[in-house]
């Protein structure tokens, strides 16, 4: 709060008027009395008063134009020509502003002056703001609406057996998430003035009736574990230990020792990510060529099998080979055509046409991705020969793409961050990407930008 105070400054500089003819100004939870300090810098005849809790302005030195009051601003009030509140009143339920407000008119009162009460605070609906002006980063919870028709206020309360008397916290969130276009409004028939919610193109994707269903995706990012892991990042950076990761710092242990101990989370991640993999059916449709002519296919980190089983669908003369970690793949049924190899992929990769790595390069330093590479080089290599175009497929986020949206830019460098705290590891621009290939012994590459943040790298010896 003190620190947001100084921005006070801008007020004082831009809205002078507001304060010249002023004698006296009380500061209604001043805090520390940084507004008032400042005000007085450019109004030194003002006498200022701040107002505050007993244990927020005790010992606080008083002096001949500052003073401090500790005391309860819904019992009394100091007089003034000017009672100030900044972000005050937002706190407050209207009939707490209201009284607050009628106290506020009893103290302005002063040797017949016109008095006045001054407050900063936030302004819903103003025409003349900028879009992004009401927008917040994050929304805490995402609600999910399967109906055919708009649903009301009531219907959403009572379908999510929510009591009426948090009918005001329903309506806000749903207020942030239309603006924010997760949710629209319309009618809920012709002859009727009544509107309800309905969905929009993101908010479908996180129906577990639909296909694909992200929902399991933004449980992984929303997770404490993954959240906490962001509130260390300053503690991290103080860190003297240079080999430990944010994660590391905020659980004790690297990622994938995490999971292996923590089986919620675990599962948390590998629903997460398999139902991310459920994509892949954008290059069953739309990339055919990558995989046409190939007989053999290893999904390195290929988790429960959901991209094996569904280029299966597509190319069911295919042997698939899932190579995972020996927690994640145990109990696995095998069939005739998709097995599991539980493994270490930087000790052995089993041989096939092409070996796919979705999501799994960015979370490897350079130098292990060079040795990862060189495997899958061997491993293509030493297959039967008379296969022509035996390749590695790569799913992964290519930065600084030219054609691409600021926003798709951005959730880019979000995910960098994220790869830096959890392995200190990265995202990667084109360059950085044939770099790595160049030095674990490819010639060639092909970068498809096919699934919106991330595309598709075909890299060939």
């Not at 005000?39 to 008063?49: Q, R, V």
């Not at 639909?210 to 404490?224: G, H, T």
């Not at 539980?342 to 000790?347: A, H, L, N």
Request: glycine share 6%; proline share 4%.
């Amino acid at each position: 709060m003190a620190s947001d105070s100084q921005l006070m400054s801008l007020v004082v500089k831009d809205c002078r008027e507001i304060f010249e003819e002023l004698d006296s100004l009380v500061d209604v939870g001043g805090g520390t009395g940084v507004m008032a300090k400042t005000i007085l810098g450019a109004f030194p005849h003002i006498k200022c008063t701040v107002l505050d809790l007993p244990r927020v302005v005790a010992n606080m030195p008083n002096t001949d134009n500052l003073k401090y009051v500790g005391g309860d601003m819904f019992q009394s009030i100091p007089s003034a020509d000017a009672i100030l509140f900044k972000v005050v009143m937002h706190n407050w339920s209207d009939e707490d502003c209201v009284k607050m407000l009628k106290r506020c008119r009893e103290e302005v009162k002063n040797e017949g002056k016109k008095g006045k009460v001054i407050i900063i605070d936030i302004v819903l609906n103003r025409d003349d703001e900028e879009p992004d002006m009401t927008e917040l980063i994050e929304a805490y919870q995402i609600l999910y609406i399967t109906t055919k028709k708009p649903i009301t206020l009531p219907e959403l309360l009572s379908a999510l057996k929510i009591p009426s008397s948090k009918s005001i916290g329903i309506y806000r969130l749903m207020r942030l998430l239309v603006h924010s276009g997760f949710f629209a409004t319309s009618k809920v028939d012709e002859n009727s003035e009544t509107e309800g919610y309905i969905l929009t193109t993101p908010s479908r994707l996180l129906l577990k009736s639909e296909i694909p269903n992200l929902s399991p995706c933004v449980r992984v990012i929303a997770d404490p574990v993954l959240f906490n892991t962001w509130q260390l990042l300053g503690e991290w950076f103080r860190n003297k230990n240079e080999e430990a990761t944010t994660f590391e710092t905020a659980h004790g242990l690297p990622m994938w020792e995490f999971c292996a101990q923590n089986p919620r989370f675990d599962r948390v991640f590998n629903e997460g990510m398999a139902s991310d993999s459920q994509m892949m059916t954008l290059i069953v449709k739309d990339c055919r060529e990558v995989v046409e002519g190939m007989n053999s296919l290893v999904d390195v980190g290929g988790g429960t099998g959901i991209i094996a089983k569904t280029i299966l669908e597509a190319f069911p003369h295919l042997k698939c080979t899932v190579l995972d970690l020996p927690h994640v793949v145990a109990n696995m049924p095998q069939s005739e055509n998709l097995s599991y190899v539980r493994g270490d992929m930087f000790q052995f990769i089993p041989h096939a046409d092409v070996i796919l790595l979705k999501h799994v390069l960015h979370s490897w330093k350079d130098e292990d991705c060079v040795k990862l590479l060189k495997k899958c080089r061997e491993a293509i290599a030493e297959n039967e020969e008379g296969i022509k175009g035996k390749k590695v497929l790569i799913i992964d986020m290519v930065l600084n793409r030219d054609e691409e949206e600021p926003d798709m830019t951005e959730v880019k460098l979000m995910f960098d961050m994220l790869m830096a705290m959890v392995f200190t590891a990265k995202e990667r621009t084109e360059e950085e990407w044939e770099k790595l290939f160049l030095e674990a012994g490819f010639t060639r590459y092909n970068i498809r930008p096919v699934f919106g943040l991330r595309s598709l790298i075909e890299v060939l010896s």
